[in-house]
């Protein structure tokens, strides 16, 4: 396996979750026609990493694009959209793509991410090569964003999480998985686990969503996640993680009461849309015990942070909401 990113703890600090010190790993202004580039996805391919990244244009138009690393923090990203084939369908057309995913299933490369058509839905596609890309069937009907594939089968079929929504700046939003036979059709949509209640656990009390692709652990399935509230300055994202059951993802055995990761540093907070954590792709080593979170920094750059993965799921399961 590649050697994932890394960064030890800082001296001082006895926090879960730490942030690179060069953060952001990806400036806004990365590729010549960017406005911004954030919310983005990585795997390990080759010799070194490559990528889905969000890069909305001078125009604000939101679209995804291709990119590759050696050490996975030094990106080099193509300065053209990814132009997508016909998959398992004739329909291609959408408004607008952003906030990938991207994880390797069997033979492939699979990459969700939330698709204009009549709305923002869930879109798929898939790649060999992370040059050429075959776009499939819409998940979902509108509205629905954040859909984070599994990166395998369970019990027999693909699985996805998403959140249903509305076609605006959601003020409401739970976390549900659906599964399909075919990666063409889904059904068996169960809720997973939804916004929490002020009191409990405010940081996550407006809406949720799923953020990088689930990590297996010994416990189960180790979901970061984002939250959101709601505060008289707008909505603030923070980063958290739950552990759902191996075999029904819809069984919630532990859940963050605090947050991981929150808007405090000046790239988190001041931006396009300030005070935003948003965490979208992982690279890990269950061997050696490590994780590196990729995440979207106030809707503008990108930025990495790690943590032991058996601290996180120590934390996680002593400090359960």
Request: charged share 20%; aromatic share 14%; glycine share 8%.
């Amino acid at each position: 396996m590649n050697t994932i990113p890394w960064q030890e703890r800082p001296e001082g600090t006895q926090d879960v979750i730490w942030r690179y010190s060069e953060n952001p790993i990806i400036q806004r202004d990365a590729i010549p026609s960017s406005n911004s580039i954030f919310n983005s996805a990585v795997v390990p391919f080759e010799e070194g990493y490559a990528g889905v990244f969000r890069c909305d244009n001078k125009a604000v138009q939101m679209n995804i694009f291709a990119g590759f690393s050696k050490n996975g923090i030094d990106w080099d990203i193509e300065h053209n959209p990814i132009e997508f084939k016909t998959g398992n369908t004739q329909m291609i057309d959408s408004d607008y793509k952003y906030d990938p995913r991207v994880t390797y299933i069997e033979d492939r490369y699979w990459i969700t991410w939330c698709n204009g058509y009549h709305g923002p839905t869930i879109g798929i596609g898939y790649t060999f090569d992370f040059k050429e890309f075959f776009q499939c069937e819409n998940a979902f009907l509108p509205f629905n964003r954040n859909g984070v594939l599994f990166p395998e089968k369970i019990n027999g079929k693909y699985a996805m999480l998403s959140r249903p929504s509305d076609n605006g700046h959601t003020p409401f939003g739970d976390i549900y998985v659906s599964f399909s036979p075919d990666m063409k059709y889904w059904g068996e949509h169960r809720c997973v686990m939804k916004a929490s209640p002020f009191e409990d656990s405010a940081w996550q009390c407006t809406k949720i969503g799923a953020g990088s692709v689930p990590i297996r652990t010994v416990e189960g399935w180790l979901m970061f996640y984002h939250g959101v509230i709601n505060t008289c300055n707008g909505f603030r994202y923070s980063m958290g993680a739950a552990i759902l059951d191996e075999n029904q993802p819809d069984v919630v055995k532990y859940r963050t009461q605090p947050y991981l990761l929150s808007p405090q540093t000046h790239y988190e907070c001041v931006g396009d849309v300030p005070n935003v954590v948003f965490p979208c792709a992982s690279l890990h080593s269950i061997e050696e015990d490590k994780v590196a979170i990729y995440y979207g920094a106030a809707d503008t750059v990108t930025a990495m942070a790690f943590g032991h993965i058996s601290e996180i799921v120590k934390f996680t399961k002593e400090n359960s909401l």
